[in-house]
């Protein structure tokens, strides 16, 4: 049996055995505020804590070429003012998600996955993120099957989830109950993470539902 596929199957097939390493991003009881603000601003809910249930995963990349560097874009608790395309929407919570994938297919946490993290608008409450280091073009094929192995674990974890979606068909949920997004002119274009980079996805994981578009 060809060695990448052996290790591919050795994570696929049970949920204790896909390697994870701890590598948390700040998220102080500030952070934890400003997140549960951004709720009621953007969801008009009042939740008591930043806890969701996931029913859809969303695969990002970072657009940017290093490891260190897309930690960096999430550490930080507020959003950076180079982020203009929407801290004029929101100047709060900085982006966040649970998970970012290195070039070399090494899956890190950021934070833990049933916590709100600011990756998607409209969706960030039903939703768990993960993030490839670089963009279309640069994603690595250790990146594809540590996806995978990732999704299927979440999918394990968590019954609930039903949808895979790449961000760039985020908007394809705005008719859905999933969708709670009040501002209707707050939109961003996405492209992430690539034709290509979906289609392995789903050819590997055909269970999950895609993004409802017309």
């Known amino acids: 049996m060809n ?16 390697d994870i390493v701890q590598r948390p991003i700040h998220f102080s009881e500030t952070r934890k505020a400003l997140t549960l603000q951004y709720i009621g601003t953007h969801y008009g809910l009042t939740p008591k804590d930043i806890t969701i249930t996931p029913k859809v995963i969303i ?12 930690f960096e874009a999430f550490d930080a608790e507020t959003l950076p003012s180079s982020r203009s395309d929407i ?6 919570a900085n982006v966040s998600v649970p998970y970012l994938i ?9 934070m833990p996955d049933n916590w ?7 969706l960030n409450y039903s939703s768990i993120g993960i993030e ?5 073009g640069t994603l690595t094929k250790a990146q594809r099957q540590a996806n995978i192995a990732l999704i299927s674990y979440l999918k394990e974890k968590y019954p609930t ?3 895979l979606v790449p961000h760039s068909d985020y908007r394809c949920f705005e008719k859905s109950s999933l969708w709670l997004e009040q501002d209707k002119n707050y939109r961003t274009e996405k ?7 979906m289609q392995t996805l789903y050819q590997a994981l055909p269970a999950f539902k895609k993004a409802p578009c017309p």
């Open 3 to 18: 060695k990448s596929l052996l290790i591919f199957l050795t994570l696929f097939t049970t949920l204790h055995a896909i």
């Open 116 to 122: 709100m993290g600011r990756h998607v608008i409209g």
């Open 102 to 110: 290195d070039r070399d297919g090494t899956i890190y946490q950021l």
């Open 161 to 163: 989830i039903e949808y």
């Open 132 to 136: 490839n280091v670089g963009s279309d």
């Open 191 to 197: 492209d992430d993470p690539g034709e290509s980079f």
């Open 87 to 92: 801290s004029a929407k929101s100047a709060s």
């Open 59 to 70: 695969v990002h990349y970072t657009a940017i070429p290093t490891l260190q560097g897309s």
